[in-house]
């Protein structure tokens, strides 16, 4: 996995744990985003969501950036857990490949619409969103990258979908 617990967040849950009522389905984490062996100072803070759940309290759904329905209450930890989005470029890549392709088939289960307009409006957008509006550049280079690998990513999603309705209509 690419989520590490740190000794303070493995105290944190052990706590919790022992003291939670059983009205407490999931308790919520915040990841510390660590990306070409650093951690970022300013993208991808605000990540956070339940990572531990009670058994048969939660439904999860959705093929990429799953999502779930939780059954009851949930409580927020305080110690993060540490995330390592990606090591190298490469590894980005590989990963960037395997989830565009099921995100793409998602686009496609659900006739998502594509043009030229959404593939470039979407994909610079995502540029401009994270390297201006949620201020990527503060994490230099990392930043920079970041942003324009999530617009690329946004990129392939939406140029596989086009290329799945191309070969249906052949």
Do not use: M
């Given at each position: 996995s690419d989520e590490v617990l740190t000794g303070e967040l493995r105290?944190?849950?052990?706590?919790?744990?022992?003291?939670?009522?059983?009205?407490?389905?999931?308790?919520?984490?915040?990841r510390r985003p660590?990306?070409?062996?650093?951690?970022?100072?300013?993208?991808?803070?605000?990540?956070?969501g339940p990572k531990l759940y009670r058994r048969g309290?939660?439904?999860f759904y959705g093929l990429v950036h799953e999502r779930i329905e939780l059954h009851g209450q949930q409580r927020d930890l305080i110690n993060p857990l540490d995330h390592h989005c990606f090591q190298s470029i490469?590894?980005?890549?590989?990963?960037?490949?395997?989830?565009?392709?099921?995100?793409a088939q998602e686009y496609f289960a659900r006739r998502e619409p594509v043009s030229m307009a959404t593939v470039f409006f979407t994909c610079t957008g995502m540029i401009s969103q994270n390297f201006l509006a949620h201020r990527g550049y503060r994490d230099g280079m990392r930043g920079l990258i970041i942003a324009m690998m999530a617009g690329f990513?946004?990129?392939?999603v939406y140029v596989k979908l086009w290329e799945l309705y191309q070969a249906e209509d052949s």
């Open positions: 105290a944190e849950i052990l706590a919790a744990l022992s003291q939670a009522s059983l009205e407490i389905s999931a308790f919520t984490v915040r660590w990306v070409l062996g650093s951690p970022l100072r300013q993208l991808w803070q605000n990540d956070c309290r939660v439904t490469r590894h980005y890549v590989r990963k960037t490949n395997h989830y565009t392709d099921l995100e990513y946004r990129f392939l």
